[in-house]
């Protein structure tokens, strides 16, 4: 309850911010509908050759597109912007004033910074979601919906725990940035299945960068692909990740030496 709390408090002072450069809400627009347009119009190029991709159909990968974009818009809210403003306060010394706050450290740098125009991608992704999934004419019942929350929550889980070994390596390191610019370059690959790849680009983007898990699996739950020990194996992953990235943040926070080294 008291992270909900905060996490409310820290998404209003992201409005009130945010609020005072409107145009940015236009901009994020653009750049969003953009986006889309370019995914659905190199899905309409590829699909004018062939009937499957990687075993999908048209509408199967647009549901895959509108996950993509629905865990982009997530990871962009909150986890991307904290992530950076991390690395930037153990630069500068400025994660000192969190540390002292009573509330847990990685808790607040975890949602410390918030762009709520990334709020326009997951309701972009949800409309692209509802759009496919009505094409493909199934009825998604309680139990397949549950199962999408639960692998979209482990996905979420996953980038989060890696995300936050990839920020945690600034305790060492100074050029930790590129590491992320390099993920977020990576995660372009989430827009296609998994399934399409050689077997070994399919083992990294699975384990090493775990973007199959991200977009592919949640997708797959939806349209009825997804079997049990898939579904398993990214409930385990998420929380034995959970579990390592809170152990490597902990022997970072031993190696911070502050502002007033």
């Given at each position: 309850m008291n992270t909900l709390r905060l996490a409310w408090a820290f998404f209003r002072?992201?409005?009130?911010?945010?609020?005072?450069?409107?145009?940015?809400?236009?901009?994020q627009l653009f750049q969003s509908l953009l986006g889309l347009l370019t995914a659905l119009g190199g899905l309409a190029i590829v699909f004018s050759y062939t009937?499957?991709?990687?075993?999908?159909?048209?509408d199967e990968v647009v549901a895959l597109v509108g996950v993509y974009i629905l865990v982009g818009g997530l990871i962009g809210v909150v986890i991307q912007p904290s992530m950076e403003a991390l690395i930037?306060?153990?630069?500068?010394?400025?994660?000192?004033?969190t540390l002292t706050m009573p509330e847990d450290a990685q808790l607040l740098a975890s949602i410390q910074d918030v762009d709520i125009w990334e709020?326009?991608?997951?309701?972009?992704?949800?409309?692209?979601?509802?759009?496919?999934?009505?094409?493909?004419?199934?009825?998604?019942?309680?139990?397949?919906?549950?199962?999408?929350?639960?692998?979209?929550?482990?996905g979420g889980s996953i980038v989060y725990s890696f995300w936050l070994i990839l920020t945690t390596l600034s305790?060492?390191?100074?050029?930790?940035?590129?590491?992320?610019?390099?993920?977020?370059?990576?995660?372009?690959?989430?827009?296609?299945?998994?399934?399409?790849?050689?077997?070994?680009?399919?083992?990294?983007?699975?384990?090493?960068?775990?973007?199959a898990f991200a977009v592919t699996v949640p997708a797959e739950a939806l349209t009825g692909r997804l079997t049990a020990p898939t579904a398993l194996l990214a409930v385990g992953l998420a929380a034995a990740l959970l579990v390592g990235s809170r152990w490597f943040w902990k022997i970072g926070l031993r190696n911070y030496s502050g502002a007033s080294a």
């Open positions: 002072v992201g409005v009130m911010g945010e609020a005072a450069y409107r145009v940015n809400f236009v901009i009937d499957t991709l990687g075993g999908w159909r048209p930037e306060g153990v630069h500068d010394g400025s994660l000192d004033f709020v326009l991608n997951i309701l972009l992704g949800l409309g692209v979601l509802g759009v496919a999934l009505g094409r493909l004419g199934g009825q998604i019942g309680a139990g397949q919906a549950a199962l999408f929350g639960l692998m979209v929550l482990a305790f060492w390191f100074v050029r930790v940035e590129n590491i992320l610019v390099i993920f977020q370059s990576v995660y372009e690959a989430g827009r296609w299945p998994v399934t399409l790849y050689p077997a070994w680009l399919r083992f990294g983007l699975t384990f090493l960068v775990p973007v």
